[in-house]
């Protein structure tokens, strides 16, 4: 995984080796492109230590695409759907569900498996422990980045186009200067790795939508269970003095509580203060944002894995035209702009609103509760919440369809 090439001319640069800046690579290459992987940790096994590890069903046909699906279930990981339980009651799949079913898999396997694909894939070249500090540029344009090792090593990469693979707090966007939208996060995050008995519903995924705190129970490989809590930060204090006990005593305390007591913790709590929500201007010249790099959203809902996954596609087929010689780079870019902002940008304005930490609006109370009685509204509702369908395909069915499976409900009940 050495660098190998005499060159240090390619048609990207990839700044990240993490789900998105791994799949980017992948599938920029296999459209042709001659692409550097440069990755700040110098250990390929390296992975992102908090995370729900849910990657919604949304992005299963780019983990089909990428050839993942198969060593992802070898490895032990699940198939799994998402159950929500709210004071309504549960909403989960039903019979006739059209959408497919998510895939629960540690980062700690999932990560070093990604990126050992990328390394191998024909055209991707890595580059590991090389932290880039400057973006090179020609007038307006990005060209390339200047990275330096542990040791003050330093490496020039040339390119047609850089990607902002490196997460949530960006140095390549920072570098860029691209535009930023803050929106404040009400919540905070404690989570970890429990063994014992399977939470009910297994192997699919439990969410409490306590209103307006949340529980989580996600089943996943190796017979581990991640059980996470994302309170209000009124709440802060009790996690500060003792995590594990404030997690177990949350979670146990839930509406049908899964067996958290019954299990015991096989590595530390994690725990995560500031999830501010950030998102960037997705492209500028010579450059595009992926990941979490362009979008850092409210982690309640698990769609960082997911939405990683699909910018990469989105991204690489926008651009790949562009670096085969076919169009000019700016196409490509404007095509992904688009591309991101009609996939992300409704699921993310709603998502800032309800990351304040306040409680259920009127309209969350129709939904949630008409969707516990009618299993077309469940599917509906599921299509939106794995991020299968948008906003306003979810509003233009569900309002009217709640309206009226509500109104039977209450008649039903007054006779």
């Known amino acids: 995984m050495a660098s190998s090439q005499a060159s240090n001319e390619y048609d990207a640069v990839i700044v990240g080796a993490s789900l998105a800046g791994c799949a980017s690579a992948i599938l920029l290459a296999q459209a042709g ?145 691209v535009k930023e939208k803050v929106v404040p996060h009400g919540r905070f995050a404690y989570g970890g790795y429990f063994e014992g008995p399977a939470p009910a519903g297994a192997p699919d995924a439990s969410l409490w939508l306590l209103d307006p705190d949340m529980a989580a129970a996600f089943p996943t490989d190796d017979g581990l269970t991640f059980y996470a809590a994302m309170p209000v930060k009124e709440r802060l ?68 894995c997911g939405w990683a996954l699909q910018s990469a596609e989105w991204m690489a087929d926008a651009v790949s035209p562009a670096l085969q010689g076919s169009e000019p780079l700016e196409r490509g870019l404007k095509r992904y702009r688009r591309r991101h902002a009609r996939g992300l940008r409704g699921h993310a304005q709603l998502m800032y609103d309800y990351a304040g930490g306040r409680p259920f609006s009127p309209l969350e109370k129709l939904l949630f509760s008409a969707a516990t009685r009618s299993d077309s509204m469940a599917h509906t509702f599921e299509g939106f919440g794995t991020r299968n369908i948008g906003p306003a395909r979810m509003l233009a069915t569900a309002v009217p369809g709640s309206l009226v499976v509500n109104a039977r409900h209450a008649l039903a009940g007054a006779r």
């Open 33 to 177: 492109a001659l692409v550097a992987l440069v990755e700040k940790s110098p250990d390929p096994g390296a992975y992102k230590k908090i995370c729900s590890h849910y990657i919604q069903s949304s992005a299963v046909a780019t983990i089909e695409r990428l050839g993942l699906m198969q060593p992802i279930l070898d490895a032990g990981g699940l198939r799994s759907r998402a159950r929500i339980w709210s004071r309504y009651g549960w909403v989960g799949s039903s019979p006739g569900t059209p959408w497919p079913a998510g895939v629960n898999i540690r980062r700690e396997k999932l990560d070093p498996m990604i990126r050992e694909l990328a390394s191998r894939t024909p055209g991707v070249e890595t580059f590991l422990g090389q932290s880039v500090h400057e973006l090179i540029r020609d007038g307006g344009r990005i060209v390339g980045v200047r990275a330096s090792d542990a040791h003050g090593s330093e490496l020039e990469l040339r390119c047609e186009l850089v990607v902002g693979a490196d997460g949530r707090g960006t140095r390549v966007a920072k570098l860029a200067g």
């Open 237 to 304: 204090e009790s996690f500060r003095a003792d995590p594990e006990q404030a997690l177990v005593e949350l979670v146990a305390s839930i509406p049908e509580a899964p067996p958290i007591r019954e299990s015991r913790l096989v590595a530390p709590v994690q725990g995560k203060l500031d999830m501010t929500n950030v998102a960037h201007t997705v492209s500028a010249p010579g450059l595009a944002l992926v990941g979490d790099a362009a979008l850092a959203i409210d982690p309640l809902w698990g769609v960082g």
